[in-house]
């Protein structure tokens, strides 16, 4: 069994390397990359030149890659394929490796966009990357494949030059709208009041009694008191219990009335946003 | 006949003397002239001996003869004494345990020795140190504070009788001897790594010994509630004296008519709590501790006499008795108080709807 993962795993990487090779390219992508022959040359080297210049700009790669099926490359999802391209072709600008990935996969009719990096995460929120596929899907829906990827890598432009400012495209997600009180919530605002109100009522009432027989005779104890002739604690048993940490939850302060979208990133540094075109 | 009835009079100008609970001395309401307990006492000691003996020997006279259908033997039937005043001759109808009343004719104090003579001799007496002054202030002072009293009881209710009373009471010396176990537990919690480890050692505890009591009081009349009387407590016994009729004077006064055998298990039960209580204070420096077993035995030692002052303050309120103890040493007052509905409730809306109105601006 482990011998098959590995083999199967060996292929894959096999398979995602010789992408470029099967294109006639080095070992490096461009940030354009048309496998499947949708793009005629002179487009994908005019988007190729525009995204490069949106990348080298804001220092976050903006890149592309189409293929027929993804599921020849990767086990997994679309996401899976992204970031193994991403990682294996050593995507993205500067240090951080910042950079965002939409990919295509034609036969299914499947799209991933897939940000990596501190910066290409914050620049490509959650919000920013649903809006920034507004701005394509519908020129792929009408088969506009270059005006696609022109809207892309424009707005690409747009997202990053918001976040260099300071300002990502971001949603304010509000809290769900006020909602009635439950029977339960009734209970507590009832009986709440209610126990007080009638134990300090029953304070008061305790006062107006004060004819009580006496069940103790503490006033009446001799000089001597209380004479101990035995006093022993002897020790029987132990028993020793053992529990995990209860792991704390996280409750930093927010803004009142709801909170910002922000960028769900997973594990591996990456955030994605995928669906079909 | 010797009178069954003494009435201590000033030996300077024979007007009535009353115990002064200020001076401690017996005083003259006539001329101003006071005497101490012990003169009064050499002076009337002749006096009181016959009238103890002359109440002795109407007991014996009515024993011995068969019953007469007359009014003296349907009052005895009815619990009924009658006395003839010694001052102005007046009748005196009095409860069975009377020991000193006042003639309500003369207003002289009026002492019966009998009552209080030979088995019946109380062994102590604490006097009264406050007077009915010092009662109606202090009843005054009760009705202050008191979030539902109806104002009405407080400003429209008069006091319809206040008496300064010395009641019996029984004094018990006795001793609690206790055998109790419990099983204690320590817990400690260490947090090592991501492991909380809560190690529990388990004891077994126990404690042994005697608590002595001295004069554990009970009431030892009938008449008197046992809840006022016991809710008076306590007497500083510093103060407490060898018994005299000369502290009397001025005061109303019972006999017991409660044995001490009756009292037995309300003492008991006192004893018992308290002794159980302190063995289990014994017990510290655990976590938890459950009582597992107890075996309390009860010595009674002696059992002694006392009366103790109560300043007695009735009153009715819409058509029913309210009546307030004061302890005559110490001035505790006690005593239950009508309750208003309207302020009751009142006070309830008034905390209840504002915390509703908190709650549901918090919650909603």
Known sequence: MKKRLLACLLLCTALLLALPLAAGAEAKLDYVNDYTGILSAETRDALNTKAAQVSQQYGCGVYVVVVDDYKGYVNGGMENFSEAIYKTYELGEGEGKNGILLSLSMNDRDFDLCAYGDFGNYAFTDYGKG????????????????????????????????????????????????????????????????????????????????????????????????QLSDRSDQFINRSVTRHPVPKATSSGPRPSGGHAGGTTVNSGGFSHHSGKF | MASQITNYQCPSCTGPLHYGDKSGMLECDYCGSRFTVQEIEALYREKDEAAAAASAAAQAQQQAEPEADTPENWAKDAGIRVYNCPSCGAELICDETTAATSCPYCNNPSIVPGQLSDMLKPDYVIPFKLNKDDAIKALKDYYRGKKLLPKAFS??????????????????????DADMSFQGTRVHTVTTGNEVITTTDYYRIHRSGVVDFDKLPADAS??????????????????????????LPGFMADKYDVEPESCYDRVDERATNTAVEMMTGTVSGFSSCTPENRRIGVRRGKT???????????????GKNYLFAM?????????????????????FAGIALPLMALLTALLY
């Open chain 2, 304 to 318: 002694s006499y006392a009366l103790l002052p109560v300043w007695l303050l009735a009153t009715n309120y819409n």
């Open chain 1, 131 to 226: 809006q920034l596929e507004n701005t394509f899907l519908d020129n792929f829906r009408a088969d506009d494949w270059a005006g696609g990827f022109a809207d892309y890598i424009d707005n690409c432009g747009v997202l990053l030059a918001r976040a260099k400012n300071g300002d990502p495209l971001d949603t304010w997600i509000p809290d769900p709208a006020p909602r009635g009180i439950t029977p339960g919530e009734a209970m507590i605002i009832i009986a709440v009041p209610c126990l007080l109100a009638g134990a300090v009522v029953s304070g008061f009432k305790r006062q107006m009694k004060t004819a009580v027989k006496q069940t103790r005779a503490e006033n009446y104890i001799s000089h001597s008191g209380l």
């Open chain 2, 155 to 176: 400003d429209k209710n008069h006091i319809e009788e206040i008496k300064g009373v010395y009641v019996p009471f029984w004094l018990f010396d006795g001793e609690v």
């Open chain 2, 327 to 347: 302890n005559g040493q110490t001035g505790k007052l006690i005593g239950d108080l009508p309750v208003s509905s309207g302020r009751a409730l009142a006070w």
């Open chain 2, 222 to 247: 009938s008449k008197m509630p046992d809840a006022h009387m016991d809710a008076i407590e306590p007497y500083d016994y510093s103060e407490l004296k060898p018994f005299s009729n000369a502290y």
